[in-house]
């Protein structure tokens, strides 16, 4: 017998209870967990190979039928569920390969993934130091490297990770609130000024679902509008302010965004500040996708006063490439979200410990139980240093001027933003046969031109890249370069593979 088919046999008669921590059987504890890196390392072996697709794409009836992903009544045994787990790889999308551009989130760090690794198994909590004391401190350490970056005092800046951007914005948004209106903790929005606040038109929805979720509605949530590149209109902003003002509501917030999700435009945070500065309103950046900017030397330009804000939101797990999830809320003013947050439970957040009870955060979260999210970015910043990450958002920023000048220069593509100022670019493909038709012929059938060609894309299994519409636009697509491993050639491939697909369309 050979020695996988004595693997094979082994665990085809052990069941989760028979090896640890139910069982003292380390034979077969090491032998399921073997087994379980041999199938990680062969995915992550394919998932950086060219050769190999990035998904073997089924509709979901079919799906069904490839994969169990029922709840049995009786326990499966290891090799049943080894199976599983090489099935569930195989039938995913590899989002770590070089030729995925769908997402911001995308690649796969390895330095990054051991510390998720080493994370998983150490299990803990993050609300406070007598179970987390490693972490708690790492969690700071890493977010005075962020703070400095910013341009903040670390000695009075103040911030907590959280389960995306989304929640750190919601963060940021209920900070404001309790700065202006404390008593809004207790009694909710009863005798306060009916309050709004501004983001601009391209800014991530979930500032609007940050009013919906506080009480203060979605609607008083007011979207400004941006210039043709999708920067917010400054002066749009301020008249809707006095508009507010004068229609006896309370404005207390504007968010600007660093990195939008469409255009990858930064607005302009200077002008923003200044207006926020004379309407007394909190300053908020959302630099989710931006704020690894911030790292480069040559670039950092693009939030220049960023440290004017009152909160930042960072996602690490975007441009700095951690694992998902990695997003922080970093705020200038320290203590605020420990009033704004704090409940203060006996069975938690006792006073008198016997260390620094301050060390114990989970009283600044909205929510109890915190997962660890700072060790992988800790790991994968030690692995680079300042220099390396300098390096790795240059390169990026590299590729994407690349990019934009093969796009300018091959026949059938339209950039939407002629000049992009950050990682995303926006274009169309007009296939040859409409490229002669009347425009708004070619602009309506262009609404369905990006859809089949990502079909196509999704059909061979050979790259993915987003589309959408926008304002008065048809479909187009929306390309990210920031997966560290993306070179030339991969730029070079997908262009010719669209042009290869959008002229085969019927």
């Known amino acids: 017998m050979s020695a996988s088919e004595e693997s094979d046999a082994m665990l085809e008669h052990l069941i989760a209870k028979e090896i640890l921590p139910q069982s003292a059987n380390w034979e077969g504890t090491e032998e399921f967990l073997n087994r379980i890196i041999q199938v990680l390392l062969k995915y992550i072996k394919d998932q ?7 998904l073997e794409f089924h509709h979901p009836d079919k799906m069904q039928m490839l994969i169990d992903t029922s709840i049995p009544e009786k326990p499966e045994n290891l090799l049943k569920l080894v199976k599983s787990c090489e099935d569930v790889l195989r039938l995913g999308v590899r989002t770590g390969h070089p030729r995925f551009f769908n997402q911001i989130s995308c690649g796969l760090d390895l330095v990054s993934m051991a510390g998720e690794w080493l994370t998983a198994t150490a299990n803990t909590n993050m609300f406070t130091y007598e179970i987390a ?51 809004s903790k207790h009694l909710g929005m009863k005798d306060i000024p009916t309050l709004c606040c501004f983001t601009s038109e391209d800014s991530h929805y979930s500032i609007k679902s940050a009013a919906a979720v506080l009480g203060i509605g979605a609607d008083y949530c007011f979207n400004i509008p941006t210039d043709k590149v999708g920067k917010m209109i400054p ?27 469409v255009y990858g435009a930064f607005d302009p945070l200077e002008r923003v500040a200044d207006i926020c500065e004379r309407h007394k309103l909190w300053f908020h950046v959302d630099a989710a996708w931006g704020g690894g900017m911030l790292l480069s030397p040559e670039h950092r330009y693009k939030l220049a006063g960023v440290e004017r804000a009152n909160s930042v939101t960072w996602n690490p797990h975007k441009l700095m490439g951690a694992l998902l999830q990695c997003s922080a809320c970093l705020f200038r003013q320290d203590g605020l979200l420990f009033q704004c947050n704090q409940m203060s439970a006996d069975y938690l957040f006792q006073q008198d410990k016997p260390y620094d009870v301050s060390f114990d955060t989970g009283d600044k979260a909205i929510q109890c139980g915190r997962h660890n999210d700072v060790f992988k970015l800790w790991l994968m910043w030690k692995s680079k240093g300042m220099e390396g990450y300098r390096q790795q958002i240059n390169k990026l920023m590299d590729l994407a001027n690349y990019f934009t000048r093969r796009i300018k220069e091959t026949e059938g593509f339209q950039l939407i933003v002629e000049n992009p100022e950050f990682l995303n670019i926006c274009f169309w493909y007009v296939p040859s046969k409409i490229r002669n038709l009347e425009p708004a012929e070619v602009r309506a059938r262009l609404e369905k031109i990006a859809p089949k060609i990502k079909a196509g894309m999704m059909q061979r299994g050979t790259t993915m890249v987003g589309y959408q519409p926008d304002k008065q636009r048809p479909n187009f697509f929306r390309m990210i370069i920031s997966n560290q491993a993306i070179t030339r050639e991969d730029l070079d491939f997908l262009i010719k593979e669209i042009v290869d697909i959008g002229e085969s369309l019927e």
């Open 48 to 54: 950086n190979d060219r050769d190999q697709k990035i």
């Open 133 to 183: 004391p490693v972490f708690i401190l790492m969690e700071k350490s890493v977010m005075t490297r962020m703070w400095e970056a910013i341009g903040w005092d670390p000695e009075k800046a103040d911030g907590i990770f959280a389960p995306g951007g989304a929640i750190a914005n919601l963060y940021a948004m209920n900070a404001a609130r309790h700065q202006l209106w404390p008593r």
């Open 235 to 261: 002066e749009a902003l301020e008249a809707k302010i006095i508009e507010c003002k004068k229609e006896g509501l309370t404005p207390f917030f504007a968010c600007c965004t660093a990195g939008s999700t």
